[in-house]
């Protein structure tokens, strides 16, 4: 199996550039070497136009409609497949400040449940997300990029007391009570939480390059599963910046342990991905593969900037939407998750047994919260003796 890979929406670390909120990975994938199939087919498309190579935003609608029902034809005759990625850039910082203000396992004052099973760690997301603005998030960022450790904890206890004193517009007692506390261990306590990283590949690893790349592997690693194949060679599209960055993560996954990991609530995680395949940087001249991911990338994200395509184009747009795996990164994603899960967990019929036993755990979770929180105290005051 071989998969082409292109992005657009990269601002490196510079994540609030409003001309681009979005980043969008796309693939296209082939249970054999579309470069060496089709590639003369698409050399033809580029001499119909009188061109070197087909560049979706040199062509344009115009230029496009052209070829869309040759390169239609084609795709189906290659029997391609799709994915798409969608990440969108406020939305990852949030769940970035989350996860690294609230993570139970590092921030002693919150509840276990709070972020360990996951529809009520979205709700979280969510309900910080409505404290934020992009003053705030900056802030934060900014703790999560910066080289120096003394200055990047400076940064995160700023942002923290920020937030801090935005909690009481929160709608509900509880999370009024969950947020406060958590942020006022964090800024007591900042030394417990994980916000600074040595190396520029760990930094990187927050960006939406990579959030982006790894569920770009997941995509490729379910087809893979699906037919029944394994990865041969997956080709990206050449990416100077972070192009260490991407071939480290893929050497990561590639390797990981097989053995799966179960989280709370029935979560089942994978780590190891696309096993044994061969990572290539490329070029769109030298890959036909990449031309047409060009082209689809180009359309997607013309279609979610409401724009409007021709009729040929819309058409083949529309066969690789019904061919494609599509990952949406969002609050909009995650609210019709939660929409659903909540509807669920509201009208799930519980007995009184349940009840009871649901209400004995919740007592253990506080009594082992506030032992922790107590032994973590004790232990710092007598290192500081």
């Not at 115009?62 to 799709?82: P, Q, S, T, V, Y």
């Not at 993570?103 to 002693?108: A, H, I, K, T, V």
């Not at 760990?202 to 939406?208: E, F, S, V």
């Not at 900037?305 to 061919?323: A, D, I, S, W």
Request: with cysteine; aromatic share 10%; net charge negative.
């Amino acid at each position: 199996m071989f998969a082409y890979a292109d992005e657009t929406g990269n601002t490196g670390s510079n994540l609030f550039d409003a001309s681009q909120p979005q980043f969008i990975t796309a693939a296209l994938l082939t249970r054999s070497s579309f470069d060496l199939v089709y590639g003369k087919k698409i050399i033809k498309l580029s001499e119909k136009l009188g061109i070197d190579i087909l560049h979706a935003n040199e062509l344009g609608v115009g230029g496009l409609e052209e070829i869309a029902h040759e390169l239609l034809k084609i795709l189906k005759a290659a029997d391609a497949r799709f994915f798409i990625s969608r990440v969108d850039k406020m939305y990852l910082a949030t769940t970035k400040l989350v996860d690294t203000v609230f993570d139970s396992g590092e921030n002693l004052a919150v509840p276990w449940h709070s972020y360990n099973y996951r529809p009520l760690r979205l709700l979280l997301v969510f309900k910080v997300g409505y404290l934020l603005d992009e003053p705030l998030v900056k802030t934060f960022w900014g703790a999560l990029m910066e080289r120096r450790l003394t200055i990047a904890y400076e940064i995160f206890v700023s942002a923290c007391e920020e937030l801090l004193s935005r909690v009481s517009a929160l709608p509900d007692a509880r999370s009024r009570q969950i947020a406060s506390e958590a942020l006022k261990w964090a800024i007591d306590n900042p030394e417990a939480i994980y916000i600074h990283s040595n190396s520029k590949i760990a930094r990187n690893g927050h960006l939406p390059n990579l959030v982006a790349f790894a569920n770009l592997l997941d995509g490729i690693e379910e087809k893979s599963q699906a037919w029944n194949v394994p990865v041969d060679r997956i080709i990206h599209d050449r990416q100077m910046e972070f192009q260490k960055t991407l071939q480290y993560w893929h050497e990561m996954f590639s390797n990981a342990s097989p053995d799966p990991i179960f989280l709370p609530g029935g979560e089942r995680h994978m780590f190891r991905r696309v096993f044994g395949s061969e990572f290539v940087i490329s070029s769109s001249a030298d890959s036909a593969g990449l031309q047409v991911v060009d082209i689809i990338l180009w359309l997607f994200k013309r279609v979610t900037e409401h724009r409007e395509l021709g009729h040929l184009t819309g058409k083949l747009l529309l066969h690789v939407f019904r061919r494609a795996k599509q990952h949406d990164f969002s609050f909009e994603a995650t609210s019709s998750y939660l929409e659903g899960m909540m509807s669920f967990i509201d009208n799930a019929p519980l007995t009184e047994e349940q009840l009871r036993k649901g209400r004995e755990m919740l007592d253990l979770i506080e009594e082992r919260r506030q032992g922790q929180m107590l032994q973590y105290a004790e232990k710092k005051l007598l290192q500081n003796i």
